[in-house]
């Protein structure tokens, strides 16, 4: 077990609503990473938060956004959802800029949102 | 577009065997490199990772870096049907912030 905790499990949704994931990091852990990951793919990297700031975006349209909160949990919203949003959505949390002075910079994952687009 | 290369397999070994796994990557500056396992409908977990050239075990398992040819391996000694699962190559590219780009991964299948 990594201590990456994520909620819900399994979700279904419809076409054109909104969706909110959520994230419990790593205790220690300030840096928290969003991935995509669609059936026979490797995971997508959406966005990562550093210390409640968004530094860093992958090819993902503004529809998704995130929020990252002082005790370092984190947040994906996806608006006007599509068919092809449908996947494992990945949470990640790291040590984060300390990462390289401490020797670890491994993401630690949590367990995912399987995320079901109707 | 910084790249990830894996071959998507399935490979297939005796239980055993020794698997071979590889990667290649597009960008000579890159500093860390991961390798997890996935098992199918789970999250990734991590095996391995290597950050200077040469090799790292762990077990059965070996993590081989050479950055000068841009590609990192995996090699599982005596392959176990547990072991069948799909293997996640991971770069930590160099630039501002920690992103990870991950290939598509390679399935391993052993056969007992």
Known sequence: ETGVTQSPTHLIKTRGQQVTLRCSSQSGHNTVSWYQQALGQGPQFIFQYYREEENGRGNFPPRFSGLQFPNYSSELNVNALELDDSALYLCASSLGQGARLAGDETQYFGPGTRLLVL | ?112
């Open chain 2, 1 to 112: 577009q910084k790249e990830v290369e894996q071959n998507s397999g399935p490979l297939s070994v005796p239980e055993g065997a020794i698997a071979s796994l590889n990667c290649t990557y597009s960008d000579r500056v890159s500093q860390s490199f991961f390798w997890y396992r996935q098992y199918s409908g789970k999250s990734p977990e991590l095996i391995m990772s290597i950050y200077s050239n040469g090799d790292k075990e762990d077990g059965r398992f070996t993590a081989q870096l050479n950055k000068a040819s841009q590609y990192v391996s995996l090699l599982i000694r005596d392959s176990q049907p547990s072991d069948s699962a799909t293997y996640l190559c991971a770069v930590l590219f160099s630039g501002g912030y920690q992103k990870v780009t991950f290939g598509i991964g390679t399935k391993l299948q052993v056969i007992p």
